[in-house]
């Protein structure tokens, strides 16, 4: 913690920064790089997190800084004109350089150029509120910003953390065990005390302080694609919405009971893509269903940029665990690749079961906010147009998702036939 103390915002009042090459980040002052000659500029990563209190991860090639929810992610090259053509981050004596204005737009910190200075710095944030819900034994603070906020562990019980950039924080209710106290980089922010260390989630705009039994099940989101006056693609009198809905509940049943299975929606209703994205954030599965005219099925994935939460919350929990409670840990911990892995076996049950499927990798919103592995799956109408064909998807997925946890796979229970459309017995092999 003592490295955030140099962190604050500069951008009143300095007219010092006119110098060539210089870099101003917060309070602190580094050097500014121009690879192959251009005239994009440079800073180095490590630095810069540091002074900003930003999360910093190198992994898979890769290099990640994170703020709140958001997520800068750089590919790394060892040359110069590579760097700046795709805006990689560069190696370069010893240590990595990342594009600074780049980092500020994803990062969304503050970017000025001062006569051919970089200015770099963290927007003042305000707490807006703090809500504390409890369900069964896990008891959640969720502390809402003005923006996205990166927030630190200063001390477990009674909790004590660090809202790195935090200017303004709501009066605290008379009576109240939350208090605050004001730093020069941010505000701390100390919860009652309670019998178990506390986890950190991260969310849009949004920070939630989690404890109690790790001893839950893991979580697995279902996202039925579409719905609403949203129908989605619409063949033969099949509307994709119907179809997305009929598979995540077929696919809920038979996973019910030995995971936590959540279901993005459960009627014909739209849901905002933001809020299905916030369902992803706290999931070890993430399955968004979708479907498209023909008869393949493709799966696909985001390149590793959903799991750099896990793997930060990860590490911060596997110092202080038990190992007999290591095993349960590490289903939350999504490890770099996770997400093509998931995908690639997901294909492969579907390849198994005779149907044609390929992965993709590309982008997309909903996959990049996925905290665990997330993956988007389009399956060709022919394979949904019955019942059975709708079941046997299901049936491929609920194993592919027990494989990817480590569980055994079970025989399904035939009996727990989810509605609508209940399929025949016995008539879902191919
Ligand atoms: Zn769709």
């Given at each position: 913690m003592q490295r955030l103390l140099l962190v604050g915002l500069l951008w009143l009042g300095l007219g010092w920064a006119q110098y060539e090459n210089r870099l101003l980040v917060g309070f602190q002052e580094s050097q500014a790089i121009y690879p192959g000659g251009g005239t994009v500029a440079y800073g180095p990563a490590k630095f810069i997190a540091e002074a900003l209190g930003l999360g910093y991860l190198e992994a898979s090639g890769r290099v990640y800084l994170s703020q709140g929810s958001r997520v800068a992610a750089f590919g790394i090259s060892s040359q110069g004109a590579d760097a700046v053509r795709f805006l990689n981050a560069y190696r370069y004596q010893g240590s990595l350089w990342v594009p600074v204005r780049e980092l500020a737009r994803n990062l969304d910190l503050y970017y000025r150029n001062d006569y051919g200075a970089p200015v770099l710095a963290l927007r003042p944030a305000r707490l807006l509120e703090v809500q504390r819900a409890v369900a069964g034994s896990s008891e959640r603070y969720i502390l809402r910003f003005d923006r996205d906020v990166q927030v630190r562990i200063?001390?477990?019980?009674?909790p004590r953390l660090a809202m790195i950039g935090v200017r303004e924080v709501p009066e605290a209710p008379p009576n109240s065990a939350i208090s605050f106290s004001r730093e020069d980089w941010g505000t701390e922010i100390y919860l009652p005390q309670g019998n178990d260390p506390p986890r950190l989630l991260f969310l849009p705009r949004q920070v939630v302080v989690e404890r109690g039994s790790l001893n839950r099940l893991p979580r697995v989101v279902l996202d039925a694609g579409h719905g609403g006056a949203d129908t989605g693609v619409v063949v033969g009198g099949l509307r994709e919405k119907d179809l997305t809905l009929s598979v995540s509940r077929r696919l809920q049943a038979l996973l019910q009971g030995r995971l936590e299975v959540v279901l993005t929606r459960n009627a014909d209703r739209a849901v905002p893509l933001l809020a299905r994205a916030q369902y992803a954030s706290s999931a070890q599965v993430f399955i968004s269903l979708h479907a498209a005219a023909g008869n393949r099925v493709t799966v696909y994935s985001h390149p590793e940029v959903q799991t750099l939460r896990l793997l930060e919350k990860g590490r911060e929990l596997s110092a202080r665990t038990p190992t007999n409670q290591r095993a349960v840990l590490e289903r939350y911990v999504a490890a770099p690749g996770s997400a093509a892995r998931f995908a690639q076996g997901v294909s492969e049950g579907f390849a198994t079961a005779g149907i044609v499927a390929n992965t993709s990798q590309d982008a997309m919103y909903v996959l990049s906010m996925a905290g665990g592995a997330a993956i988007l799956v389009e399956v060709g109408f022919e394979q949904l147009r019955t019942p059975q064909g709708r079941e046997q998807v299901a049936e491929v997925l609920a194993r592919a998702v027990l494989a990817y946890l480590g569980l055994p796979e079970a025989a399904p229970p035939r009996t727990a036939a989810p509605p609508p459309n209940p399929s025949p017995a016995g008539g879902v092999r191919p």
């Open positions: 200063i001390a477990n019980n009674p």
